[in-house]
């Protein structure tokens, strides 16, 4: 067994970095991470510790606060009304005001061209408006 893992219960211990189980170590490796982001020029072991803090606090906030996957017609409603638009704004994207509305009524499906349309007009993922 390599030296390096030799004893992972010890290195626990002493204060090694482990599994995030509250909001206050959250909230403590949160703190440790963003100071170590804020350094100009990090070394090795701290970009190494960077990258280790992230896992961690990633995988503690999708087992907490994890978004539940919206269907793409939601998405883009959330889209019109946060950006006050209307379905005319996106005939761009859909080619005719009824297609707009057909989709958002839930009695058409988006084309691929559609979705890149949306995606780039929107600055968003292509999988957003993937069902």
Sequence with gaps: MSTLLADPAKMIAR???RLIHTEEELD??????FRLTSLEAPSPSEREAIELLT???????????ALP?????TVLRFLIEQQGLTQRD?????GTESAVSMFLNGRRKLTLEQVRRLSAR??????VFLD
């Design 15 to 17: 204060g090694a970095p």
């Design 28 to 33: 403590a490796y949160t703190a440790a991470l």
């Design 55 to 65: 896992v961690l606090i990633e995988q503690y906030e999708q087992q907490h606060y």
């Design 69 to 73: 996957k919206a269907d793409s017609g």
């Design 90 to 94: 996106l005939i761009p994207e859909f």
């Design 122 to 127: 929107f600055g968003l993922s292509a999988d």
